[in-house]
Antibody, heavy 125, light 106 residues
Framework: QVQLQESGPGLVKPSETLSLTCAVS?????????WGWIRQPPGKGLEWIGS???????SFNPSLKSRVAISIDMSKNQFSLTLTSVTAADTAVFYC??????????????????WGQGLLVTVSS | SYELTQPPSVSVSPGQTAKITCSGD??????AYWYQQRPGQAPILVIY???KRPSGIPERFSGSSSGTTVTLTISGVQAEDEADYYC?????????FGGGTKLTVL
């Protein structure tokens, strides 16, 4: 059974960098698939932040691209998110998830099948 | 525009049929996916590739597509189906979520 678990600080100061890690168990992240980050501000909807292929290639939400980085640590079977220059608007529950993502002749496949439980990160001084 | 639009809320009585729509230009080119999110929990995939149901999802959940609109249908709604539902689409470079629909079971 594939399981994902987010970890990191629950409180970050404005203008600082948010760093989160997602530990994956039950599957080797280097085998296949993409691995993504999604956030959800309190009382609001889901927002895709970005994803990384098992090979290391990345794609990001255009609205966050200038502040986001995602990386893979093969030795620990985990992947990480950094979000720079945070403000109160970045306060959210952050989810990591496994993403099935590939192109076909007809329509691309692109969805999340396994999710972590989520981690609330508050940006406040 | 690359946006997905959902109604904020839908209400149905137990046993009735709930239909939740999702509209956007992207849906004429790409597949749609649906997630159920109960309060305080992570989203769960209930429909993938427009109309396929993952293992373990009840048969009362179904999906359909027509042009730039996709629809999640829940037949014989049960109290446990009360949740937020999100549509999602995208390609290999961009992933997009709808704003979500709160399903209330009266």
């Amino acid at each position: 059974q594939v399981q994902l678990q987010e970890s990191g600080p629950g409180l970050v100061k404005p203008s600082e960098t948010l760093s989160l890690t997602c530990a994956v168990s039950g599957y080797s992240i280097t085998n296949s698939y993409s691995w993504g980050w999604i956030r959800q501000p309190p009382g609001k909807g889901l927002e895709w932040i970005g994803s990384i292929y098992h090979t290391g290639g990345t794609s990001f939400n255009p609205s966050l691209k200038s502040r986001v980085a995602i990386s893979i640590d093969m030795s620990k079977n985990q992947f990480s998110l950094t979000l720079t220059s945070v403000t109160a608007a970045d306060t959210a529950v952050f989810y990591c998830a496994r993403q099935l993502r590939w192109t076909t002749v007809f329509k691309d496949v692109c969805y999340f099948d396994y999710w972590g439980q989520g981690l609330l990160v508050t940006v406040s001084s | 525009s690359y946006e997905l639009t959902q109604p904020p809320s839908v209400s149905v009585s137990p046993g009735q049929t709930a239909k939740i729509t999702c509209s956007g230009d992207a849906l004429s080119k790409q597949n749609a996916y649906w997630y159920q999110q109960r309060p305080g929990q992570a989203p769960i995939l209930v429909i993938y590739q427009d109309n396929k149901r993952p293992s373990g999802i009840p048969e009362r959940f179904s999906g359909s597509s027509s042009g730039t609109t996709v629809t999640l249908t829940i037949s014989g709604v049960q109290a446990e189906d009360e949740a937020d539902y999100y549509c999602q689409s995208g390609d290999i470079t961009v992933t997009l979520f709808g704003g979500g629909t709160k399903l209330t079971v009266l």
